[in-house]
C-alpha cells in the first residue's frame, strides 16, 4: 500500500514565502506523473501545478505561474513545492498526488492514484 505525506505548511504574511514537501513510502515517484493541488474552503479542489514522469518543462495553474515551482528529489523519493510571493488568496489545503506513467492532463482533470492527506497554507496578515 502506497501512502504519501506532505508537510511543510503553515501562517505567512502575504509576502512570505514557505516550501511544502511530499514524501512517497511504497511506490517511486520516478514512475509516477506528480501533481499539486489545493482547495479552499467553499471551492472545489483546483490543479496548482505538475510534472511529467518522463521529465520535460513543468505546468503550472495561471494562478500561480511565476511564484509557485515544482520540484523531484529522485535520491530522496519526495517531490517539493516551493511557495513564494505568497497571498491571502493561496490560503488553502495543498495536496501532492501521483499516477503512474500517466499524462500530465490526467492529473490536471483532478484524477491520480495516490494523494496526500493534505497540509494547510494560510496567508494573512
Known amino acids: 500500500q502506497a501512502h504519501l505525506v506532505e508537510s511543510g505548511g503553515g501562517s505567512v504574511q502575504p509576502g512570505g514565502s514557505l516550501r511544502l514537501s511530499c514524501a512517497a513510502s511504497?511506490?517511486?515517484?520516478?514512475?509516477?506523473?506528480v501533481a499539486w493541488f489545493r482547495q479552499s474552503p467553499g471551492k472545489d479542489r483546483e490543479f496548482v501545478a505538475g510534472h511529467r514522469w518522463s521529465g520535460g518543462e513543468p505546468f503550472y495553474a495561471d494562478p500561480v505561474k511565476g511564484r509557485f515551482t515544482i520540484s523531484r528529489d529522485r535520491a530522496k523519493n519526495t517531490i517539493s513545492l516551493q511557495l513564494t510571493n505568497l497571498k491571502p488568496e493561496d490560503t488553502a489545503v495543498y495536496y501532492c498526488?501521483?499516477?503512474?506513467?500517466?499524462?500530465?492532463?490526467?492529473?490536471?482533470?483532478?484524477?491520480?492514484?495516490?494523494w496526500g492527506q493534505g497540509t494547510q497554507v494560510t496567508v494573512s496578515s
Open positions: 511504497g511506490l517511486t515517484f520516478s514512475e509516477h506523473t
Open positions: 498526488a501521483c499516477a503512474k506513467w500517466a499524462y500530465i492532463e490526467r492529473l490536471q482533470t483532478g484524477s491520480a492514484d495516490y
